[in-house]
């Protein structure tokens, strides 16, 4: 089971904090201000007192979004929009089996980019080693660990331990907060 | 130089930047793809690779324009 959250916020960088505690008190139904949250060495944050409460998260200017599982998680979110460098960066950086997929039509390009970049980047945060995984060292093409979906203007990549089936409503919870969790 | 700060606002999606800047903390939408896309930039324009390890240890604008000069 995942369950994710999403959320516009005003200054997400400056509160990634606040909203990982707002979504852990929320799934353990404990106080936000007793959980204590420490980062591994490459920076993924963990709970300390509850090993087997697995979560990520990700945010863009104006979304946040976290996941939480029971097996390891990562998730990444990006917004749907021109991506003048793509070609630079794929050539450099990603695997000749993704740059063909993604280049492969004239259409959606940018589209098939930033889900090949997405589906990366939630593999890298999800083997928790960030940046120091070499992008061109892994496909993440035929990696069924991982799945990709579209909100509204965004696209969200998860991989997770978990067998993972979008059309089916028992492996999922979504939570879309009306309210503001800063408040 | 100019034409080195133009750039990386353009990566930036600012207006301007200056040496100082510490792109991590002070741009707003910073995220990795950016950084990405400069490593890229350094390589096209001034034939210099920076790797991944390299530009993680950098902080400011300034410091990735010294790399790019090959300091
Ligand atoms: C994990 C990482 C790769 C994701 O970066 P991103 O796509 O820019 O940012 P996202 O919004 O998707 O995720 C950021 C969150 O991931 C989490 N995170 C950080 N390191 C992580 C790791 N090693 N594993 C899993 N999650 C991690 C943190 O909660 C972080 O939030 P915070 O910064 O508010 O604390 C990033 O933390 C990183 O390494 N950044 C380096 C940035 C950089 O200079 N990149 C240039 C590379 S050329």
Redesign the interface.
């Given at each position: 089971m995942i369950n994710i959250y999403i959320e516009e916020a005003m200054d997400p960088k400056m509160k990634s904090e606040i909203f990982i505690r707002w979504i852990l008190s929320e799934y353990l139904k404990v106080d936000r201000d007793e959980l204590n949250i420490k980062k591994t060495k490459y920076g993924k944050p963990y709970l300390v007192d509850y090993p087997y409460v697995h979560f990520n998260v990700t945010h863009t200017k104006d979304m946040i979004a976290g996941a939480i599982s029971d097996n390891p998680i990562g998730i990444d979110m990006e917004r749907i929009k021109p991506r003048p460098h793509n070609k630079r960066i794929a050539e450099k950086f990603l695997t000749k089996n993704e740059q063909k997929y993604i280049f492969h039509r004239k259409d959606n390009q940018d589209l098939r980019f930033l889900e090949v970049w997405t589906r990366k980047e939630a593999y890298v945060k999800w083997a928790g080693l960030g940046m120091k995984l070499s992008f061109d060292t892994f496909d993440v093409l035929d990696d069924d660990r991982i799945i990709t979906t579209f909100i509204n203007e965004y696209i969200f990549s998860i991989c997770s331990d978990c067998f993972i089936d979008w059309k089916d409503d028992e492996s999922f919870s979504f939570c879309f907060n009306e309210k503001s969790v800063y408040e | 130089m100019d034409n080195f700060l133009e750039l990386i606002s353009e990566?930036l999606e600012v207006e301007e930047v200056s040496m100082d800047t510490d792109f991590r903390n002070d741009i707003?939408?910073?995220?990795?793809?950016k950084g990405?896309?400069i490593?890229?930039?350094v390589?096209?324009e001034y034939d210099i690779q920076i790797d991944?390890?390299t530009f993680?240890k950098l902080k400011t604008v300034g410091d990735i324009y010294n790399k790019a000069m090959g300091k």
């Amino acid at each position: 089971m995942i369950n994710i959250y999403i959320e516009e916020a005003m200054d997400p960088k400056m509160k990634s904090e606040i909203f990982i505690r707002w979504i852990l008190s929320e799934y353990l139904k404990v106080d936000r201000d007793e959980l204590n949250i420490k980062k591994t060495k490459y920076g993924k944050p963990y709970l300390v007192d509850y090993p087997y409460v697995h979560f990520n998260v990700t945010h863009t200017k104006d979304m946040i979004a976290g996941a939480i599982s029971d097996n390891p998680i990562g998730i990444d979110m990006e917004r749907i929009k021109p991506r003048p460098h793509n070609k630079r960066i794929a050539e450099k950086f990603l695997t000749k089996n993704e740059q063909k997929y993604i280049f492969h039509r004239k259409d959606n390009q940018d589209l098939r980019f930033l889900e090949v970049w997405t589906r990366k980047e939630a593999y890298v945060k999800w083997a928790g080693l960030g940046m120091k995984l070499s992008f061109d060292t892994f496909d993440v093409l035929d990696d069924d660990r991982i799945i990709t979906t579209f909100i509204n203007e965004y696209i969200f990549s998860i991989c997770s331990d978990c067998f993972i089936d979008w059309k089916d409503d028992e492996s999922f919870s979504f939570c879309f907060n009306e309210k503001s969790v800063y408040e | 130089m100019d034409n080195f700060l133009e750039l990386i606002s353009e990566i930036l999606e600012v207006e301007e930047v200056s040496m100082d800047t510490d792109f991590r903390n002070d741009i707003e939408d910073w995220d990795s793809m950016k950084g990405f896309a400069i490593i890229c930039m350094v390589d096209d324009e001034y034939d210099i690779q920076i790797d991944v390890p390299t530009f993680l240890k950098l902080k400011t604008v300034g410091d990735i324009y010294n790399k790019a000069m090959g300091k």
